[in-house]
């Protein structure tokens, strides 16, 4: 990815989501959103485009497509996950079209508790899954589907998915890396920065690494 690319952007209303397109667009990227409820969105900017609409509506995804170089995709709804595989269901009409449109390359931020294709979680996040984040589980879930479901079918594409330890709002805590053994804790604004930074590493395509503060 290189500078002045068009960037459609599912989840920008959310609380990682409006740092990302705050940020895609200083950095002088054209960004489209689809947001249910635009006003949600306080931005106002020549390169923004909101388009009004919900991923459980029959999206004319060609048409969102259009002219699109990257897609990233920041949503999360944890009571609907509870009875469906709701981003699942997105990216196996999404990796379609995307195909038809030409658009190469995929973010999806998923969560830290979320475990990367043939891999177990380590111990402690398997307990804290279990315990804390048990009304998590079926985002979880969803989240791992969707993983399984690029490494298995969508190899073609330039895929890369961040398992992201978000906490809260609040200043930045410094930058993130990306990690295949640590997850910090990040701010939204740094999984934010973090995500932004992703999407034009081209060794992050084809993996489903962390982000975490650097030691020290």
């Known amino acids: 990815m290189t500078d002045h690319e068009n960037l459609l952007v599912f989840g920008g209303t959310g609380q990682t989501g409006q740092h990302f397109t705050r940020l895609a667009l200083a950095a002088g990227h054209r960004v489209r959103v689809l947001a249910r409820t635009p006003s949600k969105l306080t931005l106002a900017d020549d390169d923004l485009e909101v388009v009004q609409g919900s991923i459980d509506d029959d999206l004319d995804l060609d048409a969102l497509l259009d002219g699109t170089d990257a897609v990233v995709m920041m949503l999360g709804d944890a009571a609907a996950q509870r009875e469906?595989?709701?981003?699942?269901?997105?990216?196996?009409?999404?990796?379609?079209?995307?195909?038809?449109s030409g658009t190469r390359r995929l973010l999806y931020q998923?969560?830290?508790?979320?475990?990367?294709?043939?891999?177990?979680l380590p111990a402690v996040l398997r307990v804290v899954r279990g315990t804390l984040a048990r009304g998590y589980v079926g985002q979880h879930e969803d989240n791992e589907a969707v993983m399984r479901y690029l490494d298995e079918e969508a190899r073609d594409l330039e895929w890369m998915v961040h398992r992201a330890g978000i906490g809260s709002d609040g200043p930045s805590k410094?930058?993130?890396?990306?990690?295949?053994?640590?997850?910090?804790?990040?701010?939204?604004?740094?999984?934010?920065?973090?995500?932004?930074?992703?999407?034009?590493?081209?060794?992050a395509v084809h993996t489903c690494d962390g982000s975490s503060y650097r030691r020290g």
């Open 110 to 120: 998923a969560g830290g508790l979320s475990a990367a294709p043939g891999t177990r």
């Open 84 to 100: 469906r595989k709701v981003n699942t269901a997105l990216v196996r009409r999404l990796v379609p079209a995307m195909r038809r």
């Open 174 to 203: 410094g930058e993130l890396q990306r990690s295949s053994r640590r997850i910090s804790i990040g701010t939204f604004v740094d999984c934010a920065s973090y995500t932004l930074r992703a999407l034009a590493d081209d060794t």
